[in-house]
């Protein structure tokens, strides 16, 4: 007789993989949090990723199809428990676990729909963008560092969403030169990216900082296992928020800014002291 079990952890290690080939920073974040919450997380992320990819990457490819497919067999995954794709079987496991509500699943790809089309926006676009590619991302996490409790994830939705949409916006700014030589794409409302200049900037990284300041309310409020990886990535982004804000906007323009490994390391020791000594 097999083991299902014996699959599952193949799952969960592809998911693992995935987020740790596609970015150190928040593997990073992820490997503070108490191990209750790692391979949800790990799971979360290598679905995000996936659909993200379709996207973004695979140009001599049918995107819309291949998108639709994805779409089509999570579903499948979700209403079925169990798939073929070890990514999507990681997922659905976290779904049922932690209660994902389907409509925040039904937001994120309707984002990825959009990325197909969609290459300027108004702030309707934007708002409705940023709300199913990283507000709702940081609501399922949410329900899993909650574990399912109802009272506690309405009470920090406001502020994951927040930080969601502050980790966004500073990718937008960070990929700006990228996704409008590479791809054609102007996420932000009303810049033209020919004509980018500091006030466009400023405006921009206002908007941010409101945000960052916001989701930071509720990283204190999260439950202690949960707190230092997300503190991680919040200092993380501000880190990178930062350096971003110190550059004329002609710089942005130019090169993707990045956080050195040793700067990392830095957040990552910083981080810990303050969690042990309870001050975050």
């Not at 090169?255 to 303050?274: A, D, E, P, T």
Request: glycine fraction near 8%; charge should be positive.
């Amino acid at each position: 007789m097999g083991d299902q079990g014996q699959f599952d952890r193949i799952a969960i290690r592809t998911s693992r993989l995935t987020t740790r080939t596609y970015s150190t920073s928040f593997t990073l974040g992820i490997r503070c949090l108490d191990r209750e919450f790692r391979d949800p997380i790990y799971s979360i992320y290598g679905f995000v990723r996936f659909a993200d990819e379709i996207v973004d990457t695979f140009e001599d490819c049918d995107k819309a199809g291949l998108l639709k497919k994805f779409a089509d067999d999570t579903w499948h995954a979700i209403d079925n428990g169990i798939s073929l794709n070890p990514i999507l079987h990681s997922f659905q496991k976290t779904v049922a676990a932690y209660a994902i509500d389907r409509p925040l699943i039904e937001q994120f790809m309707a984002s990825m729909e959009m990325d197909l089309s969609e290459k300027n926006y108004d702030q309707s676009g934007f708002e409705k963008y940023v709300l199913g590619s990283a507000e709702v991302v940081g609501l399922m996490c949410l329900k899993v560092f909650t574990r399912g409790n109802g009272g506690e994830f309405t009470r920090l939705k406001p502020q994951a969403m927040k930080l969601g949409s502050a980790f966004q916006k500073i990718n937008f700014l960070r990929d700006l030169h990228a996704d409008y030589r590479l791809l054609g794409r102007s996420y932000f409302p009303g810049v033209q990216i020919e004509r980018f200049d500091e006030q466009s900037k400023q405006q921009i990284e206002s908007g941010i900082l409101a945000d960052f300041q916001e989701g930071f309310k509720g990283i204190k409020q999260l439950p202690r296992g949960a707190r230092l990886g997300v503190y991680v990535a919040y200092l993380y982004y501000m880190t990178l928020f930062r350096k971003i804000r110190r550059l004329p906007s002609t710089e942005v323009l130019k090169s993707r800014v990045r956080v050195r490994n040793r700067q990392k390391l830095i957040i990552l020791g910083y981080s810990f002291l303050k969690h042990q000594f309870n001050l975050i």
